[in-house]
């Protein structure tokens, strides 16, 4: 398995990047991984060398410049071929290669639109977040920013594609699907809703009905969560936001006096774990669904231990070749006219 990984377009410096990716070569599921660093290449070769790492299974790509955060991403596509981002997707050759990176989301959208296409008859792709839940397991929210004017069709090719995801990656035999809304009532939501839940009867999908957001971390009653990307990224930064906002508070809490201390330090195994199991770094990136190609996301702010975990989340995925389990079950849906 060989992982193409950009070390330049995130916001983490190029060596936390590098360590990310030495440190999942290191690891025990790591050992039948080849990873290729784009980016730098002389900064590269430095760093893996000073780090004493075995270099057998680290090659290179030379991409001298950066897309950056601020880029409009379209634009800064077609202008910097010679970009890390650009480079790593077009060194993509089969479905045994992954492209990881930590740039500009809709940069790595376009540069895999542009250079390995859609999967036949998908409309748009969608990024697939995998999220805990306190007591149904992992549940899958997709699209969290790759389409954020979607229509009906996107949405309801999102569904299709997550469902594919939440079979071959995470075991779920038979997927309940539903859709994001205000209300769980079948009268709730909007123009773009409801025709979407039209579309999805169309389908042999196991369609579960509404999903409120409050129950995404509780007991979502579905394995896959439909959305716009728009709303979706909201979605996903606010339980970023909340979920550190949360440890926060805690922390806060347990200095406020000598007793709360002594409390704090008893719990503090505790609070370590939640902090683990709600952090962005337990899997490290998101699959960009839809397209030719085994690409993933990872959050602007990866720093090594998110980026080892990337790569070994990104690997395990791609062995069950999920353009083709798309390309499948999106030629088996008519939506009709």
Request: glycine share 10%; with cysteine; hydrophobic share 40%.
């Amino acid at each position: 398995m060989k992982v193409l990984l950009d070390t330049k377009s995130g916001d983490a410096p190029p060596e936390e990047i590098i360590n990310g990716a030495i440190g999942a070569l290191q690891s025990e599921s790591g050992r039948d991984l080849q990873v290729t660093l784009v980016g730098d290449e002389k900064f590269n070769r430095q760093h893996v060398e000073s780090q004493e790492s075995n270099q057998r299974n680290i090659s290179y790509i030379n991409a001298p410049h950066r897309i950056s955060m601020e880029d409009t991403p379209t634009k800064a596509v077609r202008e910097n071929p010679d970009s890390s981002l650009v480079k790593g997707i077009k060194a993509i050759k089969d479905k045994s290669q992954i492209f990881i990176s930590s740039g500009n989301t809709g940069a790595v959208v376009a540069g895999a639109l542009f250079n390995l296409g859609r999967i036949p008859g998908v409309i748009r792709p969608g990024l697939a977040g995998v999220i805990p839940t306190v007591k149904s397991g992992k549940v899958i929210l997709i699209d969290i920013g790759a389409t954020t004017d979607a229509d009906a069709r996107n949405l309801a090719q999102f569904g299709i594609m997550g469902n594919s995801f939440a079979r071959k990656v995470l075991g779920k035999e038979e997927p309940k699907v539903g859709i994001l809304n205000i209300g769980a009532e079948q009268s709730k939501g909007n123009r773009l809703t409801k025709k979407t839940i039209d579309l999805l009867h169309k389908t042999d999908l196991k369609y579960v009905g509404n999903v409120e957001p409050h129950l995404l971390l509780t007991n979502p009653p579905a394995d896959v969560v439909i959305c716009e990307g728009f709303t979706g990224n909201i979605l996903i930064k606010a339980f970023e936001g909340g979920s550190e906002g949360t440890i926060g508070f805690f922390k806060k809490a347990i200095s406020s006096s000598l007793r709360a201390k002594i409390g704090g330090f008893i719990l503090r195994p505790v609070l370590e774990k939640l902090k683990h199991e709600l952090s962005y770094a337990q899997f490290g990136a998101v699959p960009l669904l839809g397209v030719r190609g085994v690409v993933f996301v990872a959050h602007g702010r990866s720093e090594s231990r998110a980026i080892k975990n990337a790569i070994l989340y990104a690997s395990q995925a791609s062995r069950w070749d999920l353009p083709g389990e798309i390309e499948a079950e999106i030629k088996r849906v008519d939506f009709g006219e």
